[in-house]
């Protein structure tokens, strides 16, 4: 669980943030995408990787991403577009309690493989060996 600040570069005419593998991203990108549009009262995500890594960033507005490794379970407030939320693999993470018009944008270090995924909660504690 490690929230990183990724470059800025501020300037008058508009700002740049900047997210290079291997640099500020501690793995090769292999997949992109973004969550947008959520209604109020909605969560997202609910699930853990086996062998992806991800990193979350809150590009426009704001959410909260739950991450639950089996020892330490925190919250994190996104809300800035120059901050990006590593999330490990054996980790169950959930968005919540996002802002009106809040787009999370999300690298991920594996394409999309539904057997890398671990969708019930239960099932994610016997697969990492803990109990709950």
Not at 31 to 44: F, I, L
Not at 64 to 89: A, I, S
Request: with cysteine; charged share 25%.
């Amino acid at each position: 669980m490690l929230l990183i600040n990724l470059p800025r570069i501020l300037d008058p005419r508009g700002n740049l943030t900047v997210a290079q593998a291997q640099e500020q991203v501690p793995f090769d990108i292999r997949r992109v995408y973004w969550v947008y549009d959520v209604p109020a009262g909605e969560s997202r995500g609910g699930h853990a990787h086996k062998r992806c890594r991800e990193l979350i960033v809150a590009v426009s507005g704001s959410f909260h991403v739950t991450l639950d490794n089996g020892t330490e379970r925190k919250t994190f407030l996104l809300n800035h577009p120059y901050q990006g939320l590593l999330v490990e693999t054996d980790t169950w993470r959930t968005l919540d309690d996002f802002s009106s018009g809040a787009v999370g944008l999300v690298l991920a270090s594996e394409p999309f493989d539904e057997e890398d995924y671990i969708r019930n909660y239960a099932d994610f504690f016997t697969y990492i060996g803990c109990s709950k």
